[in-house]
């Protein structure tokens, strides 16, 4: 079945440092990707998507490039603030329109 | 203009009891679902309702019952509350489609003690 792997965290970065969070999937079909941001006491709220391979989704400075060839939608970020320090989830919406959410990845950055 | 407003925001309850949590939303979505999210923040999809139809039922006690009185509303209610329904939990709504995303309520924090 569909299913998304997310990095593991916690991940702690300086401010300015550039970000990284890994995201593969496995699919049947044609699914569109979608990055979440949930910050302290809040519910999710989209970053970014992209449905279709080779489309590059983009929001606050975030990038995350949908690779078919690599089944992965890595999200990344030039230079990270201390307001982006929250828990990141990768996405997919697969053929049943059933969303699979990877298990989160927190992020602290430091001043 | 809040899009996807649940209530309540905390509920703190004894073992045994029964409440419910209330969903609404205001985007004209057709499609609204409830999620439990536990302690280590993993997610997990209970319920999914398409125009007042019952779509997805994924594996819930059955002392969680959902009900869709409209396209706009669905509420969650929960029989004989255990210790391990402690959990936020999430409503959410989209657009049917593989292109629309899912727009996520603020949570309620169930605290069963």
């Known amino acids: 079945g569909d299913s998304v792997t997310q990095m593991e965290g916690p991940v702690t970065l300086s401010e300015e440092a550039f970000l990284t969070i890994n995201c593969t999937y496995t699919a049947t079909g044609y699914p569109s990707l979608f990055w979440y941001v949930q910050y302290p006491g809040e519910g999710l709220q989209l970053l970014l998507k992209?449905?279709?391979?080779?489309d590059k989704g983009s929001n606050k400075g975030f990038e995350a490039t949908y690779r078919k060839e690599t089944t992965s939608f890595h999200l990344e970020k030039g230079s990270v603030q201390v307001s982006d320090s929250a828990v990141y989830f990768c996405?997919?919406?697969?053929?049943?329109?059933?969303?699979?959410f990877g298990t989160g990845t927190s992020l602290t950055v430091i001043p | 203009d809040t899009a996807v407003s649940q209530t309540p925001k905390y509920l703190v309850t004894q073992m045994g009891n029964d409440k419910s949590i209330k969903c609404e939303q205001n985007?004209?979505?057709?499609?609204m679902y409830w999620y439990k999210q536990d302690s280590k923040k993993f997610l997990k999809i209970m319920f999914s309702y398409n125009n007042k139809e019952l779509i997805i039922n994924e594996t819930v006690p059955n002392r969680f019952s959902p009900k869709s009185p409209d396209k706009a509303h669905l509420n969650l209610h929960i029989n004989s509350l255990e210790l391990g329904d402690s959990a936020v939990y999430f409503c959410?709504?989209?657009?049917?489609?593989?292109?629309?995303?899912?727009?996520f309520g603020n949570g309620t924090r169930l605290t069963v003690t």
């Open positions: 959410a709504s989209s657009v049917r489609g593989p292109n629309s995303p899912l727009h």
């Open positions: 992209a449905t279709k391979a080779d």
């Open positions: 996405a997919l919406n697969g053929d049943r329109n059933q969303f699979y």
């Open positions: 985007l004209g979505h057709d499609t």
